[in-house]
């Protein structure tokens, strides 16, 4: 699995905490911040972050991919 670009997004939106700040710092559309998260979370066959109406929380799940994530980075 080759996933390092959706990976890095869901990163960006962990840190920042809203798929509108993640596009903006990727220089990209909404709709492909959120494309990465739904691939991500398809692959991996669980929900990665808790959406409500502030923002997004990563889940259990969502936390032990990014915290893996962000030492590979």
């Known amino acids: 699995m080759d996933r390092w ?4 997004t869901a990163l960006l939106v962990a840190r920042l905490g809203t798929v509108s700040a ?6 990209v559309h909404r709709a492909t911040v959120n494309r990465h998260i ?19 929380t990563p889940t259990d799940a ?10 590979a980075a």
Do not use: C, K, N
């Open 5 to 8: 670009s959706e990976i890095h």
């Open 62 to 71: 969502g936390r032990d991919l990014l915290e893996t994530a962000g030492r």
């Open 38 to 56: 739904d691939t991500l979370e398809r692959e991996f066959g669980t929900v990665l972050f808790q959406r409500h109406a502030r923002g997004y």
């Open 22 to 27: 993640a596009a903006e710092a990727l220089g």
